[in-house]
């Protein structure tokens, strides 16, 4: 959802405006623009899933940090994970310094204090949960701030923020858009965990967020042709008779799960301007059907048409494309 575009305002009111809004999101900060002298742009949305609530914030060069005398003017207690999706992220917390890129996050807890910036235009992704929901303790939280890049967990969060941010609209109106955010929460908890010294803690979280952990590696595996239930319980150290039976009692079946995603997936190219040039046998193989007619077959199944059906049916009117499922 739209909160800012300070195109649609004087320019000497963006830099006020944009501070205000960011301190009404997310808690009291000072923001430091780069070229204010040449003025700016700013856009900024933000999307509720049920604890989490997600950012994008996209325009010209900025500063923005907290310190914990920042704590005197709001008592929001919080962790984010922030992660910069165009142009290159500098981020600074008591002493140790990391450039956020493409690849990689940061993760900031407010009332610890960071410093975060970028130069050019840029747009950063980031969300905030309160720091009581991850069920961690502080310093646990702020001893994984220096280490996220040691991580396995980490390019599991990165890829699902990115699911999150192409399908914020859709997601966050969706019925699931709680679950979606709890699912969130546990892969932060495992993220943080993964990179401690708490053997205790380290395997208690593992075996909680296990399911959502291989639900997450799924979805950034989907279009591999290669993913298996043997690959799979190889990537988390589990035996596939394992991984059924956590799926069992997830309440899901394995296979179905992942035909629904990859449909999911196929439906989208099939109604999107960039794929408009390929083949529909083509999308199919894109996200793992190698056999047509099993493909078409399944599809009409699930929506009621035909791959080809909906592809015309979209190009030709404004159909609504019911939300795809967390």
């Given at each position: 959802m739209l909160v800012l575009d300070t195109e649609d305002l004087p320019a000497a009111?963006?830099?006020?405006?944009?501070?205000?809004?960011?301190?009404?999101?997310?808690?009291?900060?000072?923001?430091?623009?780069?070229?204010?002298?040449?003025?700016?742009?700013?856009k900024l949305e933000v999307w509720n899933f049920g604890p989490l609530t997600l950012f994008a914030t996209r325009g010209?060069?900025?500063?923005i940090w907290r310190t914990p005398r920042h704590d005197r003017f709001?008592?929001?207690?919080?962790?984010s994970i922030i992660t910069q999706s165009q142009g290159t992220g500098a981020f600074t917390w008591n002493g140790h310094q990391q450039h956020v890129g493409p690849d990689a996050l940061a993760l900031a807890h407010k009332t610890a204090g960071y410093e975060?910036?970028?130069?050019?235009?840029?747009?950063?992704?980031?969300?905030?949960?309160?720091?009581?929901?991850?069920g961690l303790p502080e310093h646990l939280v702020q001893t994984a701030i220096p280490l996220l890049e040691h991580s396995t967990i980490a390019p599991l969060l990165l890829h699902h923020i990115r699911s999150l941010?192409?399908?914020?609209?859709?997601?966050?109106?969706?019925?699931?858009?709680?679950?979606?955010?709890?699912?969130?929460?546990?892969?932060?908890?495992?993220?943080?965990?993964?990179?401690?010294?708490?053997e205790r803690t380290r395997r208690s979280v593992a075996e909680d967020t296990l399911l959502i952990r291989v639900l997450a590696y799924i979805r950034a595996h989907l279009t591999d042709p290669g993913l298996?239930?043997?690959?799979?319980?190889?990537?988390?150290?589990?035996?596939v008779r394992t991984l059924y039976r956590l799926c069992e009692q997830g309440g899901l079946s394995?296979?179905?799960?992942?035909?629904?995603?990859?449909?999911?997936?196929?439906?989208?190219?099939?109604?999107?301007?960039?794929?408009?040039?390929?083949?529909?046998?083509?999308?199919?193989?894109?996200?793992?059907?190698?056999?047509?007619?099993?493909?078409?077959?399944?599809?009409?199944?699930t929506y009621g048409?035909?791959?080809?059906?909906?592809?015309?049916?979209?190009?030709?009117?404004?159909?609504?494309?019911?939300?795809?499922?967390?």
């Open positions: 009111d963006r830099i006020e405006a944009f501070h205000a809004v960011a301190v009404g999101e997310s808690g009291s900060c000072s923001v430091e623009q780069e070229h204010p002298e040449a003025g700016i742009r700013k010209t060069g900025m500063r709001d008592s929001m207690n919080t962790v975060y910036a970028w130069s050019g235009t840029g747009l950063s992704v980031a969300f905030m949960v309160d720091t009581e929901r991850l941010h192409r399908r914020a609209d859709q997601l966050s109106a969706n019925p699931g858009a709680e679950a979606l955010g709890s699912a969130t929460l546990e892969l932060t908890r495992a993220l943080i965990v993964s990179v401690a010294d708490d298996t239930p043997h690959s799979i319980a190889v990537a988390h150290s589990i035996s394995l296979e179905k799960w992942i035909i629904r995603r990859r449909l999911e997936g196929t439906r989208r190219d099939l109604t999107t301007p960039e794929h408009a040039h390929r083949t529909i046998e083509a999308i199919a193989r894109s996200w793992g059907f190698t056999n047509p007619a099993h493909f078409s077959r399944r599809f009409h199944q048409v035909t791959p080809r059906q909906w592809r015309r049916l979209h190009h030709n009117t404004t159909a609504f494309s019911p939300p795809d499922e967390p």
